[in-house]
C-alpha cells in the first residue's frame, strides 16, 4: 500500500536557522506532491505541489521544495525561518490521473523560538 | 467569498448517539472529502465523493456515513458504531476528474472538533 513518511515528529529551531523537513513516499508511478501547513488555530492550507516540470518548486513564505524521483523524496526546505514558522506541516502525496486520494505523512511539529 | 465551511466547530456528543457534521462549498467543485485527525497520526481519509449522488469508502469507513445529494454539500454522520469518535474532522474539495495536476488539490475547511463524553 502506498505511504508517505515524514521522520521528523518533532523540529525546534532559533530564528534564523535553516529548515529542511523530510518526505519520502512509497508509490513508484507518477504522483503529485504536496505539502499542507496548519498555523495554530488555522485552516489546513496548501503551501506548494509538485504535480510535472522543474523538481524545484517553489511556495508561498518563503518556501521551497526538491521532488528527486531516485529517492522517492519530496523534502521541504527553508533558509531563514522565523518564529511565524510555527506550525504543523504534512506532506501528502498523490497517484497523478488514476485516484483523489491524497495519502499524508504523519506531520511535523515545527517551534521556531524567537 | 469562496470556500468549504464546516460546522459546529466544536460539538459534544453523548456516547451511543449519532451525530452530524456539515460540510459546504461554494467553490463550484466536484469532488468532495472528510478526513480525521489525529496528533501524531496525520490525516486519514473517511469517505470521498467524485460527483453528486456517489461516494467511496476511504482507509478508515467503519462507523461512519455520507451522503450527496448536492454538489456543495457533504455531510458526515459519526455513528454510535464508531469506537474512538473524538477527533478533529476537515471536510476538503477538489476541482476531481481524471486530468490529475491541479484538479488533485484538495482545499480544507476550518474543521470540527468531535468530542465524546
Known amino acids: 500500500a502506498q505511504s508517505v513518511s515524514q521522520h521528523n515528529h518533532h523540529v525546534i529551531l532559533s530564528e534564523a536557522a535553516s529548515l529542511e523537513l523530510g518526505c519520502n513516499y512509497s508509490y513508484g508511478g507518477t504522483v503529485n506532491l504536496f505539502w499542507y501547513v496548519q498555523y495554530p488555530g488555522q485552516h489546513l492550507q496548501l503551501l506548494l505541489k509538485?504535480?510535472?516540470?522543474?523538481?524545484l518548486v517553489k511556495g508561498i513564505k518563503g518556501f521551497e521544495a526538491e521532488f528527486i524521483k531516485s529517492k522517492f523524496s519530496f523534502n521541504l526546505r527553508k533558509p531563514s525561518v522565523q518564529w511565524s514558522d510555527t506550525a504543523e506541516y504534512f506532506c501528502?502525496?498523490?497517484?497523478?490521473?488514476?485516484?483523489?486520494?491524497?495519502?499524508f505523512g504523519s506531520g511535523t511539529r515545527l517551534l521556531v523560538r524567537p | 467569498d469562496g470556500g468549504i465551511t464546516q460546522s459546529p466547530k466544536y460539538l459534544f456528543r453523548k456516547e451511543g448517539q449519532n451525530v452530524t457534521l456539515s460540510c459546504e462549498q461554494n467553490?463550484?467543485?466536484?469532488?468532495m472529502y472528510w478526513y480525521r485527525q489525529d496528533p501524531g497520526q496525520g490525516l486519514r481519509l473517511i469517505y470521498y465523493?467524485?460527483?453528486?449522488?456517489?461516494?467511496q469508502k476511504g482507509d478508515i469507513a467503519e462507523g461512519y456515513s455520507v451522503s450527496r445529494e448536492k454538489k456543495e454539500s457533504f455531510p458526515l454522520t459519526v455513528t454510535s458504531a464508531q469506537k474512538n469518535p473524538t477527533a478533529f474532522y476537515l471536510c476538503?474539495?477538489?476541482?476531481?476528474?481524471?486530468?490529475?495536476?491541479?484538479?488533485?488539490?484538495?482545499?480544507f475547511g476550518p474543521g470540527t472538533r468531535l468530542t465524546v463524553l
Open positions: 476538503a474539495s477538489s476541482k476531481g476528474g481524471t486530468s490529475g495536476g491541479t484538479y488533485n488539490e484538495q482545499f
Open positions: 501528502a502525496v498523490n497517484r497523478a490521473g488514476s485516484s483523489y486520494k491524497l495519502i
Open positions: 465523493s467524485q460527483i453528486v449522488n456517489d461516494f
Open positions: 509538485y504535480f510535472s516540470g522543474d523538481p
Open positions: 467553490l463550484n467543485h466536484d469532488a
